[in-house]
C-alpha cells in the first residue's frame, strides 16, 4: 500500500521521516513500548495491552437460578413476556439440568401464548440439554398438545404414545392422553413428497445484484453502480446482501449476534460464555468466529472498528481453514475497497498502527487463537481498519413504540445495533439526496430498492448519514463527508445556490423549544409541552417566509408532536388533523414516496382505522402499503398489520 504522495512529516516522538508502506507504520508501532505512550504525545489512553486480558468466568449457576426463580414468579403472575426475559437470562448464565428446565418453562410460557411452534422449538432444545429422564413424560405430552393445535396429528398420537410408556406417569396424565387422542381425527395431514411441512417459496430472483445494475469505474468517482435499464421506483436493486463481517453492540441483548433477528422465541446461549447470544443452533454453530474470542473481555478492550477489522480477518482465516474449496471472491472485493491511507492523518494512521500491534499482541493471550495467529498479520489487520471508516456501515432496526405509554401514537425509530461490511452495496457512492434506499431485511441482510425512476447511464446513490433534508446547510455537510469520507460531495443538493431566506440562528431556537417540548411528552405533562409546541410554531410564523415554514421539517415534527398530545388527550379528531398537516411538509421537504412520508401515513392509517372511517381508513391504507412495501418489503412489520387492516376492510367492501 504505497502513499508516495505524503509529504515528509514528524512522527510521534521526533522521528522526522517520509513512511512508504503501512509494513513502516507497523514496524515503528511495534518498537513502542506501554510506557513510551504518554511521551509520544499521541491520545493512547484507549489503546489496551496484554495485561489488560481476563479470562472471564463464563457460567454462573447461584445467578442463572436467580434468574428462573425470577422467570417463575412472573409466570405466576400470568406476565408471560417478561418470564421469557428472565428464563432466557437462566439459559445464558446456566448449564446443563439448569438450563433444560428453563426452555421446558419457555415452552409453558409460548404455550400461555398461543405460539405452538414456539413452544415446540424450546421443548426441543429443553430434550437436548438433558431434562430429567423421569420427568420427560411431562415434555412429551405439551409437546403432544401443541402439535394437536397445529394439526400435526401423527406426531402428537407419537407424543402422547412415548408418554404412555412412562413407568412413572400419574393416573390423571393417562387419562388425559386418552381424551385428547380421542380428538384426533381419522385423516392425516397433507406432506409434501419428502413428508415435510410446505413452506412458502418466494419468486424473488436468487440473485443478490439486480441484472438491470452494473459496476463502473473512473478517475472521479472510482467504483460505481449504474442503471443498464430502466430501473422504476421501488424496484429491488441489491436483494438481501448478507454481511462479510458483522459486529452486534454489546448493549444489544435480545437480537442474535450472528444475524441479527431477535432470539426471544428460542434464545440459544454461547457454550462457553453469558454474554453472546443467538436465535437457533444453526447460528451458535456457524458463529465460528466467537469461538476465538468467547470467554475473554476483548469486546469492552477493542474499538468497534477494531472487533470489525478483526473480524474480517477471522472470516478469511475460517474460509481458508475449510477441507472444500470454497470461493474467496467476496474477501477478494472486501480486501480492494479504498483504505484512504493517504487521506488520514499522521496521528490517525499513528494509532491505527498502534491499535493492530497491540491487538496482536493480546491475542497471543488467549489460548484459542493460537492457530489463528499463525496467519495473523498486523499490517493487513490495519489496512482492514483503515477501511472501516469509510466503507462499513451503521446495520439498524426500525423500532416501534408508544413512546410514552399504551395511550400515545405508535411511532417508527431507526436503532444502530451493529455494523457491517458489504462487499456489493460497498460500491454505492453518496448523494446528499439518492435516489436510492437502503434497508435491513431478516436482521442484517441488506437490501437496497429504488426511490424514484432511474434512467440507463444513470449513477444509482445511496445516502452517507448526511441528508440535505436534516442537514440544509451546504457547508456543514461537505464539513461532515469531508472528515470522515474525504470528499467533497457534487451532487444537485450541494452545488445548488443555497437558499438564503432561512436564518440558521433562528431555526436552531425552533428546534430547540421542539427538543424540549419532547422531553415533556416523555414525562406525560401534555400541559407543558402542548405550549412549548405552540410556541415554536409561532416562531416559525416569523419566518420571513411562510410559506417557507409550510415546507420545513420543523413543522412536520410540531405537528407530529401536537398530533401525539391531542390522541393521548382522547382527542384523536384533532390529532389526524395535525398528522395530516404535517404531511404536506413531510411531502415537500422528503417527496410524495418517500419513507418518512410512509411512517407518517402509517400513524393516521391506525387512527382511521380505530375510528372506523372505513373509506378514508382503506385510502390511506392503499397508499402508505404501496410507500412502505417499496421502502421496506413485504415481510416489514408494518406492513404485515397494514395488510391485516386492508382485509378487515375489504370485508365490508371498502
Not at 140 to 156: E, I, N, P, T, V
Not at 179 to 202: A, C, M, T, Y
Not at 227 to 243: H, Q
Not at 480 to 494: G, P, R
Request: aromatic residues 8%; glycine residues 6%.
Amino acid at each position: 500500500e504505497s502513499f508516495d504522495t505524503m509529504q515528509p512529516h514528524e512522527l510521534p516522538g521526533g522521528m522526522s521521516t517520509k513512511l512508504t508502506t503501512l509494513v513502516e507504520y507497523i514496524d515503528w508501532a511495534s518498537e513502542v513500548s506501554q510506557t513510551d505512550f504518554a511521551a509520544l504525545g499521541l491520545n493512547t489512553s484507549n489503546i489496551p495491552c496484554e495485561s489488560d486480558v481476563i479470562m472471564m468466568v463464563g457460567k454462573d449457576q447461584d445467578l442463572a437460578l436467580e434468574w428462573k426463580d425470577k422467570g417463575g414468579a412472573f409466570f405466576a403472575q400470568k406476565k408471560y413476556t417478561e418470564a421469557l426475559r428472565c428464563y432466557n437470562e437462566a439459559i445464558c448464565w446456566g448449564t446443563g439440568e439448569l438450563v433444560a428446565l428453563s426452555y421446558a418453562n419457555k415452552g409453558l410460557c409460548w404455550a400461555s401464548l398461543g405460539s405452538p411452534s414456539n413452544s415446540i422449538d424450546n421443548i426441543d432444545q429443553s430434550f437436548s440439554f438433558g431434562y430429567p429422564q423421569k420427568e420427560q413424560y411431562k415434555l412429551f405430552l405439551r409437546r403432544g398438545k401443541q402439535f394437536l393445535l397445529l394439526k400435526k396429528y401423527s406426531k402428537a398420537l407419537e407424543d402422547f404414545d412415548k408418554a404412555l410408556l412412562f413407568p412413572g406417569i400419574s393416573r390423571e396424565n393417562t387419562e388425559e392422553i386418552k381424551r385428547l387422542r380421542d380428538q384426533v381425527p381419522i385423516f392425516e395431514e397433507k406432506k409434501n413428497d419428502r413428508g415435510e411441512k410446505e413452506e412458502l417459496v418466494s419468486d424473488a430472483s436468487p440473485h443478490v445484484l439486480s441484472p438491470n445494475v452494473e459496476v463502473g469505474a473512473n478517475d472521479v468517482f472510482g467504483r460505481f453502480m449504474f442503471a443498464k435499464e430502466n430501473i422504476e421506483s421501488g424496484s429491488v436493486i441489491i436483494r438481501k446482501e448478507k454481511p462479510y463481517a458483522f459486529i452486534l453492540f454489546p448493549e444489544i441483548t435480545d437480537l442474535c449476534s450472528r444475524c441479527g433477528v431477535t432470539v426471544l422465541p428460542i434464545m440459544v446461549c454461547c457454550e462457553g460464555c453469558a454474554q453472546v447470544r443467538y436465535c437457533s443452533t444453526r447460528c451458535m454453530k456457524k458463529h465460528t468466529s466467537h469461538s476465538l474470542l468467547c470467554s475473554s473481555n476483548v469486546f469492552s478492550l477493542f474499538s468497534h472498528n477494531l472487533l470489525l477489522a478483526l473480524h474480517i480477518l477471522i472470516s478469511r482465516y475460517q474460509e481458508d481453514k475449510r477441507p472444500e474449496k470454497t470461493d474467496n471472491s467476496r474477501y477478494k472485493h472486501v480486501d480492494s475497497l479504498d483504505d484512504h491511507v493517504v487521506d488520514f492523518s499522521v496521528n490517525d494512521l499513528s494509532r491505527a498502527a498502534l491499535e493492530s500491534v497491540a491487538c496482536g499482541k493480546i491475542l497471543r493471550a488467549i489460548p484459542a487463537c493460537s492457530d489463528f495467529l499463525k496467519s495473523f498479520e498486523p499490517c493487513r489487520l490495519l489496512h482492514h481498519l483503515l477501511q472501516i471508516q469509510t466503507n462499513s456501515f451503521a446495520v439498524t432496526k426500525m423500532i416501534s413504540s408508544s413512546g410514552s405509554g399504551s395511550s400515545s401514537l405508535v411511532s417508527v425509530q431507526q436503532v444502530r445495533i451493529g455494523m457491517a461490511v458489504y462487499p456489493i452495496s460497498s460500491t454505492f457512492n453518496h448523494s446528499c439526496d439518492p435516489n436510492s434506499i437502503l434497508n435491513f431485511e431478516d436482521g442484517v441482510e441488506l437490501t437496497v430498492r429504488a426511490t424514484r425512476r432511474i434512467l440507463p447511464g444513470e449513477q444509482i446513490f445511496i445516502n452517507y448519514g448526511v441528508d440535505s433534508k436534516r442537514i440544509p446547510n451546504i457547508a456543514e455537510r461537505q464539513e461532515i463527508l469531508a472528515k470522515k469520507f474525504f470528499f467533497n460531495c457534487t451532487c444537485e443538493s450541494c452545488t445548488k445556490k443555497e437558499s438564503q431566506d432561512v436564518s440558521v440562528e433562528h431555526t436552531e431556537k425552533i428546534r430547540a423549544l421542539i427538543s424540549e417540548s419532547r422531553k415533556y411528552l416523555e414525562r406525560r405533562d401534555l400541559l407543558r409541552a402542548r405550549q412549548l409546541f405552540l410556541e415554536a410554531r409561532e416562531l416559525c410564523g416569523t419566518k420571513k417566509s411562510s410559506k417557507e415554514f409550510q415546507k420545513s421539517i420543523e413543522h412536520a415534527e410540531i405537528c407530529d408532536g401536537l398530533g401525539q398530545i391531542e390522541y393521548m388527550s382522547e382527542n384523536p379528531v384533532k390529532a389526524i388533523e395535525f398528522l395530516e398537516e404535517g404531511l404536506s411538509s413531510l411531502r415537500s421537504v422528503y417527496g410524495e414516496s418517500s419513507v418518512e412520508v410512509g411512517n407518517e401515513m402509517f400513524k393516521v392509517c391506525q387512527l382511521l382505522f380505530n375510528l372506523r372511517r372505513m373509506k378514508k381508513a382503506a385510502d390511506f391504507i392503499k397508499e402508505t402499503k404501496k410507500i412502505l412495501i417499496r421502502c421496506y418489503g413485504r415481510e416489514h412489520e408494518d406492513v404485515k398489520e397494514l395488510l391485516e387492516m386492508e382485509n378487515h376492510l375489504n370485508r365490508f367492501h371498502f
